[in-house]
Each structure stands twice: as C-alpha cells, then as structure tokens.
C-alpha cells in the first residue's frame, strides 16, 4: 500500500510537472493585448514648445509602427506648467467634482510620485522589465523611481538633465584679455567667487567717475540645487531618507563654506539674480556666466540688449559644473520620469511597452536633441551617439529632422550642442545626485532655498541703505559679511527644518 501510494504521489507530481512546463511554454508574453482589439492609453504630461513639438512626433511615431503591430495607442495631451499638472492630478486623485479620470501614465517628479505611490495608485513596472534591459538604464535614474529597498521601480526615467556653467563666450573674451582670467578657474566655486570679483572690478574700472557701478559675474538658477549638491561635493547629505522617512543633516562647517561662496560674493555685487531666469540676465547684460539646467539650452541668447538700447551678438561656451577645491566631483540629476498607474495587467504592459520605445536610443537621442534633456540609457550618453544622431548619413536623423523643424540648433558651436555634449561627459564622470523622495519633500526644499534668498534680499535692502547714505559698497557688504551673520541664518534655518520634521512625524500629510 505505502508503495502504491507513493507511485500515485510521483505520478501526481509528474503530471504537475509537465502541465506547469506547458502553461510556461503557452504563457501570453503579450499580457492580453490584440492587434485587433487595441487598447487607448492616456497620458498627461507639461512639455511645451519644441519639446511639446519633439514629444508628440515621436508619440505618432509610435502609434503607427510598433503601436500598430501591437494594438496600443498612446493619446497624450499637455497639461500647462508642471504645478498645473499636479494641481490637475491632485484633484484627479482626491475625486475633485469635475475632475477628469487619472491617466494611464503621468510625467511626474519624485516627489509627486511617491504621494501617488503613497495612495495605492503607481504600478510596479518591474515585472514587465527583464534584468537586462534594466541595466541598460543609467542605474542612478532607475534607482530614483524606487521609494523604499523593497520597492520596484515606480517612476520610469524618460529623459533626464543636469546642470552647466553657460558662458557668454564674447564679453569672457575681452576681460580674460585685460585681467588674466582663466577657463580653469571656473571649474572650482572658489575661483568663480574670485574670478566674479576681478570682474566686478574691471568692469568698475571702466566708468572711473561713477563709483561702485561695476557688474555681476555670476548667478545660478536653482538655489537649492546648489545648497544639495554642494553638500555632497562637500561630504554629507542634507536630506538622508530611508524607506521614505527623512533625518536632515546641517554640518556647519560646510554650511559655513556654501554661504561663503554664495551668499558674500551675492552682497558684494559679484553675483546677482534679476529676472525669472539667469539667462534673462544674460540677455540683458547682467552677468556673463550662470548655472541653468541642461533643458534651458535653447534660451541661451543669441544678443545681449542693455539697458542704453545697445544690443550686440555674442557667442556661447559651455563648462562643466563647478565643484569645490578638493572633493569629488558631484553634479543633479533632475527631469520628471513617467509613472503608470495601476491598472489592469494588459494597460501597465501597453504602458511600458511605450516607454520602452520612447527610450530606445535612436527615439530617445531625437527627443533629447530637441529638447536639451539627456538620454537615459548607457549606451546612448556619448558624444560617438549624439554625432551619429545629427549626421546626414545616419537613420537617426530622419527622426531627428521629422521631430524638429530649426536644423540650427544642431550646429557645433551652438548652446545646445554644447551643452548635450558636456552633459553626457558629466554622466560619465561625475557622481549624479538627488536626494530621495519623502512627504512633503518639496516644502523641504523650498524651506532650503527660500531661507537662503530671503536672507538675501533682507540684507541687501539693508546694505543699499547705508550705500545711499555714503558708504562704500564694499564697506557696507563687510558689516553682514560676519560669522555673526552666518550663525543667524544657520540656527534659523536648522529650527526650521526641525519644525518640518515635527510636522513630518506628527501630523498626518495633507491630501494636496
């Protein structure tokens, strides 16, 4: 009896076995989708202008070929600015009245992404992702759209950027003449501080009656980008995040060499911030160097226009980012990715399946090159690649060409070849940053940069002041430039980041 049972046993497991072996042999690699039965996906994203024009092409692109075959049709609509489309989405996921349906797939950063994970509503994409295609991925971008260890992938990097020195290559040229300034200095925030106040000074020297009148060298966009990733070149991370809880780390020492490197040079009129943008600045004369993003290279002017009417073409030259005397160098990963919402197997495949296409090289080179942003796989973050792209002789460029209309953004020497250039290099040597998601992580950052600009135009308001009654500028700069002054916005900056992790720990996040 114990013999025949155990025959029935191993026959019963057998035939397991096998029926197993047939349904893996019969699995639907498909996940349910018909050439014949297509199946709609929505998606909401921010682009505008020839990044609109570049992201909708290939969305059509898509649609006719591998979409085709498949019976996928991706329909995407533009949502205004990114603020707007989290408004859009918020209200979406709260069931707003009048609210439209959540879509299928959403551009969002990280932030925004991990309060849709946070409600249940992001799908894991890893599973239609095999570990190969995986590590074609640029792993610091991958690693981004995972919010805790035990996660999968969440937010699927599509384009990236990162941040350049732009230079406007013409007035560079004329006070490198007369002062000596170098290129090398600018790769250090110590020989931008020094090199703004030889400009300062040369360009104070021109108009000798009119005292105090000489001009900013520098500014940057993105403050908080500077306070993050200087913290890193420096050795600690401010906002240390973990499974999605926060502890903020402020060492004053190295607060104490960002603010001197930011905040004495800004009072001192070696740095400034006037318009919107730095490039505005540029436009305008204000400044001559600036830190922007890689995906503002298109608004790099073409002609300054001063304030006298004067207006003058200029040239661009485009520089790594600066990084502090001595540390490793250390450079911001930012752009949103694309979360799928969870759905139905058959809808997260399709979705995926799209993103995929979008960043197969050849596509995801064409977007890039449209719009400033940086390819997200490994292959493609080459110079080799971007030449390849923009040659005549290559299939890449038909793309490219049907994509984009102005065939002379694509020239050598223009501020968007440059920058894309400089930008793959920096992906392959620099380390690329950006903190982790957490909740309420935007107010965090915003809290960062708007203690640093706030203190700002508090003191300069002040010194403008004793200024108009008769001091000089720099003696005026000398009475804020003090450790007094730093421990004052340090201590208020550390209190208000601890009021933030109270709220953090114990008050339940708004829905919004």
Not at 297 to 326: H, S
Not at 403 to 424: C, H, K, P, R
């Amino acid at each position: 009896m114990k013999k025949a049972i155990a025959h029935i046993t191993a026959l019963v497991l057998a035939v397991s076995l096998i029926l197993t072996m047939f349904s893996a042999c019969g699995e639907d690699k498909t996940h349910g989708l018909k050439k014949s039965d297509p199946v709609s996906i929505t998606l909401w994203h921010y682009y505008n202008g020839p990044q609109q024009q570049a992201f909708d092409s290939l969305v059509s692109k898509f649609n006719d070929t591998l979409g085709k075959e498949m019976g996928i049709l991706v329909q995407a609509s533009a949502q205004g600015t990114v603020n707007e489309l989290i408004d859009k989405a918020m209200d979406s996921l709260d069931q707003e009245v009048g609210a439209e349906s959540f879509p299928d797939i959403i551009a969002a950063y990280a932030d925004t992404a991990y309060t849709i994970n946070s409600r249940g509503m992001a799908a894991d994409i890893s599973q239609y992702l095999t570990e190969e295609e995986q590590n074609s991925y640029v792993e610091e971008y991958l690693e981004e759209g995972k919010f805790s260890e035990e996660s999968g992938i969440q937010l699927f990097p599509i384009a990236k950027a990162t941040e350049v020195l732009m230079l406007n290559e013409t007035d560079w040229a004329a006070f490198s003449a007369a002062s000596g300034a170098t290129e090398e200095a600018l790769s250090t925030w110590e020989g931008i501080v020094t090199t703004a106040e030889k400009y300062y000074n040369y360009t104070d020297a021109l108009t000798p009656d009119v005292p105090d009148d000489g001009k900013a060298f520098f500014g940057r966009d993105a403050v908080a980008n500077y306070l993050l990733v200087g913290s890193m070149q420096l050795g600690e991370e401010v906002f240390q995040v973990k499974d999605g809880k926060v502890t903020f780390h402020m060492d004053p020492e190295i607060f104490k060499r960002l603010w001197d490197n930011y905040y004495v040079p800004y009072i001192n009129g070696w740095f400034t911030a006037s318009g919107r943008f730095r490039s505005d600045d540029a436009k305008t004369g204000e400044l001559i160097a600036f830190v922007g993003s890689t995906s503002g290279a298109m608004y790099f002017p073409t002609q300054v226009t001063r304030e006298d009417a004067t207006v003058y073409d200029i040239t661009c030259k485009v520089l790594p980012l600066p990084n502090f005397e001595g540390t490793q160098p250390y450079a911001v990963q930012q752009g949103a990715g694309m979360l799928v919402t969870k759905s139905e197997e058959k809808k997260e495949y399709a979705a995926t399946v799209f993103l995929k296409w979008f960043t197969e090289e050849e596509n995801n080179l064409a977007f890039c090159l449209a719009s400033g942003y940086l390819p997200v796989k490994k292959e493609a973050n080459s110079v080799e690649q971007i030449k390849k792209a923009l040659s005549d002789e290559e299939d890449g460029n038909s793309i490219l060409r049907q994509t984009v209309e102005n065939s002379d953004l694509f020239t050598e020497n223009s501020a968007l070849y440059q920058t894309l250039t400089i930008g793959v290099e920096m992906v392959n040597d620099y380390t690329l940053y950006t903190n982790k998601a957490f909740e309420n992580g935007t107010k965090a950052r915003n809290l960062l940069s708007d203690s640093l600009t706030e203190k700002l135009e508090e003191d300069l308001n002040q010194i403008q002041k004793l200024v108009d009654g008769g001091m000089s500028r720099s003696e005026a700069a000398a009475q804020y430039a003090t450790d007094e002054n730093f421990e004052s916005w340090y201590h208020t900056l550390q209190q208000g980041l601890e009021e933030l992790k109270y709220c953090l720990l114990y008050t339940s996040p708004s829905p919004r």
